[in-house]
C-alpha cells in the first residue's frame, strides 16, 4: 500500500508539471484538473501512474480532461 505522504507529493508535482506545460499557475490547474476529474483519477491510479514519465502523465491528463469537455 502506498502512503498519502507519497500520493499527495505525487499529485502535487503532477499539478505543477502540468502547470508548466500549459502556462498556467498551480492554482488554476489544480482547479481545471479538479473540475474534469483529473485529481481523482490521479489518486485512484497512482500506482501505475508515478512509474511513468511525468510528461506522459502531463499528456495523459491533458487528453483525458479534454475527453471530459476540458479545451486545453
Not at 502506498?2 to 502547470?19: P, T
Not at 499557475?25 to 479538479?34: R, V
Request: some cysteine; proline content about 1%; charged content about 20%.
Amino acid at each position: 500500500m502506498f502512503s498519502i505522504k507519497d500520493i499527495s507529493e505525487y499529485i502535487v508535482a503532477l499539478i505543477a508539471a502540468f502547470a508548466s506545460h500549459h502556462a498556467m499557475t498551480d492554482a488554476e490547474a489544480y482547479l481545471y484538473l479538479k473540475k474534469y476529474g483529473a485529481i481523482k483519477v490521479a489518486h485512484d491510479y497512482y500506482d501505475v501512474m508515478h512509474t511513468q514519465p511525468m510528461d506522459d502523465m502531463v499528456h495523459s491528463m491533458s487528453s483525458y480532461c479534454r475527453r471530459k469537455g476540458g479545451n486545453l
